[in-house]
């Protein structure tokens, strides 16, 4: 059994070129399988990645923009079912997600119910080049989601994470909804009912050098919201949100 790592991509044809060629480095080290799940990015970021021909990279190719937690949860439908990989890694294309700090992440934990996440907020995480309001929002929506959810993690925005193929397993993917950043709350949210273990590495978080941000007020908007109102079912009906999301 080995890792996979999922990668969604809008536009990133220059970022992943780059990135690819970094985890090739690893690859001669450690052997993994990467899918792409490319929303039929304008810019061909599916045909430049096919040209490279290597051979532990996939593509999955999906008809159009549809959000990073519809991607993902293609992504998930997609690899599960095969039963040949043992850790499931999500990992940003644009370069923000350091192929160094993988190593870490992956040798964690080898417990059968796990997710690992890569946290910036904690001591030795950190972030380079990303704009104080960046940082500001991205701390706040940790610690909102955080009281909010009673979920006891540092980076709950953050998409560097690992989750054990037997967790994922357990988890009633087909029951998530959010579209935009806040699957990365959801997905927690669903892992600490499950039982899972929560392991977090810290991890050194660079803003992107090339291509553009999908980031949106309508992709913050969404997460305010759908934590408030997942905050609200937590305390009005505790035992429902379990059901809702676990096997
Ligand atoms: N397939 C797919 N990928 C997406 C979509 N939206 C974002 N992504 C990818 O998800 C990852 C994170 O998106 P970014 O735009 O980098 O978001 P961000 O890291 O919050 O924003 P920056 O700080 O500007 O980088 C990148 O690899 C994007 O290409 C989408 O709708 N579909
Ligand atoms: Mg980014």
Redesign the pocket.
């Given at each position: 059994m080995k890792p996979v790592i999922l990668?969604?991509?809008?536009?990133?044809s220059t970022s992943i070129v780059e990135l690819l060629r970094s985890l090739e480095e690893l690859h001669q080290k450690r052997d993994f399988d990467v899918v792409i799940?490319?929303?039929n990015s304008p810019d061909k970021t599916a045909d430049i990645v096919q040209s490279l021909k290597l051979p532990w990279v996939e593509i999955l190719r999906?008809p159009g923009?549809?959000?990073?937690g519809a991607?993902y949860r293609a992504g998930f439908a997609h690899v599960l079912p095969l039963g040949k990989y043992s850790k499931i890694v999500t990992m940003?294309?644009?370069g923000?997600h350091r192929v160094a700090d993988l190593p870490a992440m992956l040798d964690a934990t080898d417990d059968k119910l796990s997710i690992t996440l890569g946290t910036r907020w904690m001591p030795g995480g950190s972030v380079v080049n990303?704009p104080k309001s960046?940082q500001l929002l991205s701390k706040s929506g940790t610690k909102y989601a955080r009281i909010a959810l009673g979920i006891p993690l540092n980076d709950l925005t953050g998409?560097f994470r690992v989750y054990s193929a037997d967790l994922l397993n357990k988890l009633k993917l087909t029951q998530m909804t959010a579209t935009g950043?806040c699957f990365q709350i959801e997905m927690a949210m669903a892992a600490t009912l499950a039982g899972a273990k929560l392991v977090e590495v810290p991890i050194t978080f660079v803003?992107?050098i090339n291509g553009v941000?999908?980031?949106s007020r309508a992709i913050v908007i969404e997460a305010l919201w759908q934590t408030t109102l997942w905050g609200l079912s937590r305390r009005l009906r505790p035992n429902a949100d379990k059901l809702h999301y676990v096997k």
């Open positions: 990668i969604p991509t809008y536009n990133e799940l490319d929303d999906r923009k549809a959000g990073l991607a940003d294309a644009d923000s990303w960046r998409g950043y803003e992107r941000s999908k980031m």
